[in-house]
């Protein structure tokens, strides 16, 4: 698989907090997330996340950013979800050059492959 690592610095903007379907977690992300913030993980289910498409994500704010995103940086960020700890080098778009192109007219950190 080639790896377009060097295509990308995060700018800390926000934009990937915000849309494209919300942040899938799993069980180790909740449990994580949960005891990070002080909660217990029925009331971080409850309370800070939704289900998509039968899966856990975390709950978006009215602006459309995700829930812990503070307009400065991830209030969560020492135990952030998979999803974001990866984020842009998830298989979608590292086995497709189009896709990292799509992602990369939204993201600034992204340099395009074109």
């Not at 950013?65 to 209030?75: D, Q, R």
């Not at 939204?106 to 395009?112: A, F, K, L, T, V």
């Given at each position: 698989m080639q790896s377009y690592y060097k295509n990308f610095e995060c700018k800390k903007c926000g934009d990937c907090c915000k849309g494209y379907g919300g942040t899938y977690i799993n069980d180790y992300d909740a449990e994580q997330i949960a005891s990070y913030i002080g909660i217990n993980i029925k009331n971080f289910k409850e309370n800070y996340c939704q289900v998509s498409c039968g899966k856990l994500i975390i709950s978006q704010?009215?602006?459309?950013?995700?829930?812990?995103?503070?307009?400065?940086?991830?209030?969560?960020?020492?135990?952030?979800?998979?999803m974001c700890k990866e984020w842009p080098f998830i298989k979608s778009l590292n086995i497709d050059p189009d896709n990292w192109n799509i992602m990369a007219e939204?993201?600034?950190?992204?340099?395009?492959k074109k």
């Open positions: 704010g009215e602006s459309g950013y995700c829930i812990f995103w503070n307009k400065n940086l991830c209030s969560i960020h020492p135990v952030k979800p998979r939204m993201c600034p950190g992204m340099e395009s």
